[in-house]
């Protein structure tokens, strides 16, 4: 009877938290500016990056730096499927673009399914050679499949329009909806796996992998299961940052990409979902706050010019220091029901 009020209360709980978020997404979409509702667009983006990235690394404890690889999968497939083939035509400059790809179609929810599905496929299918190696191996070989990517959108110009990338992508009115619907699926789907006797196999093999495989875990089935389910969410991820951006090309799509996403699972904790959810906040959120370091001010009645760049070196000190003091992160391995419990423990 205890277990199943506890299991109650938490579901109230989650439940609560999923009304909000429903409530703020209403609420921000009909009260704040473009330029505010466009930095919410980019978190709630960037929280399904994060959040599912954090499932292969933090959860699993697979070092894999193939993010950018993924994302730009799912950019592509949705900025290809939702162009008109008139608006390829025109835009095609290196060379024509393929009949096949003119006459593929479809509306923004398919393609965003597509991109995560075909996201999902390759990543099941570069499971085989991938996890044939641990730690540092497989970091350097998922590090080469992102560069793959990005050489193969530069040298397809007929799929990809090459460097000059695709531009005049869709965009879609009250899109909050659309990125905010996504990351509360993501967050939910990601936490379900989690708490699931799949994600308690995750934890297994990242902890210690040959104690897991000998207490019967399937390693190769657990890890891979992981990798593409984080490279769905990372291709419709993708998908909805080319709607965002309405223009990609291949240099979106650099390892800067994975290494933002790494800052931003580390510093909130490897392992917590919570911690990449408030990880993202802090990092895309606050580095728009701190653009006014970047512009001339009036520190105490001294005139200072504009000083491009200085945003990221106090953000980077900012890092620094709170890796110094907080080593698992903001949140550690903890998500926000830890924190209610210790809480009550302490009552």
Not at 203 to 222: H, P, S, W
Not at 267 to 282: D, W
Not at 295 to 314: A, H, K, Q, S
């Amino acid at each position: 009877m205890m277990n199943d009020a506890i299991f109650t209360k938490q579901r109230l709980i989650n439940l609560s938290i999923i009304i909000t978020a429903i409530w703020f997404t209403w609420f921000a979409q009909n009260s704040f500016d473009e330029y505010t509702v466009r930095i919410i667009n980019n978190v709630a983006i960037f929280i399904i990056l994060a959040v599912s990235y954090n499932l292969i690394n933090g959860v699993t404890g697979q070092f894999s730096l193939e993010p950018n690889g993924f994302v730009a999968i799912g950019a592509y497939v949705v900025a290809i499927l939702t162009v008109d083939a008139e608006g390829m035509i025109y835009q095609y400059d290196i060379e024509d673009p393929s009949p096949w790809i003119l006459g593929m179609q479809a509306n923004f929810i398919w393609a965003l399914l597509l991109a995560g599905i075909l996201s999902s496929l390759l990543a099941l299918s570069l499971s085989f050679p991938v996890f044939r190696v641990r730690g540092d191996y497989l970091a350097i070989v998922t590090l080469g499949f992102g560069f793959i990517i990005r050489i193969l959108a530069i040298n397809s110009p007929e799929i990809t329009n090459g460097s000059l990338g695709i531009n005049d992508i869709p965009d879609y009115p009250n899109y909050l909806y659309w990125t905010m619907g996504a990351a509360i699926f993501t967050v939910t789907a990601i936490l379900n796996i989690i708490y699931s006797k799949y994600g308690r196999a995750m934890k297994a093999v990242r902890d210690d992998e040959d104690a897991a495989t000998a207490m019967g875990i399937d390693t190769f089935k657990i890890k891979t299961l992981a990798f593409s389910t984080s490279a769905f969410f990372e291709g419709i991820g993708g998908g909805l940052l080319a709607a965002l951006l309405t223009s990609i090309s291949p240099d979106l799509f650099t390892f800067f990409l994975t290494f933002q996403l790494l800052i931003i699972i580390v510093l909130g904790g490897l392992g917590s979902t919570t911690g990449a959810i408030l990880g993202t906040i802090v990092v895309m959120a606050g580095l728009e706050w701190m653009r006014f370091l970047d512009e001339p001010m009036n520190f105490m009645g001294i005139e200072t010019d504009g000083l491009p760049g200085m945003r990221m070196v106090v953000f980077s000190l900012i890092l620094i220091i709170v890796m110094l003091f907080a080593r698992e992160g903001l949140m550690g391995k903890k998500e926000l029901k830890d924190l209610f419990k210790k809480k009550k423990a302490n009552k």
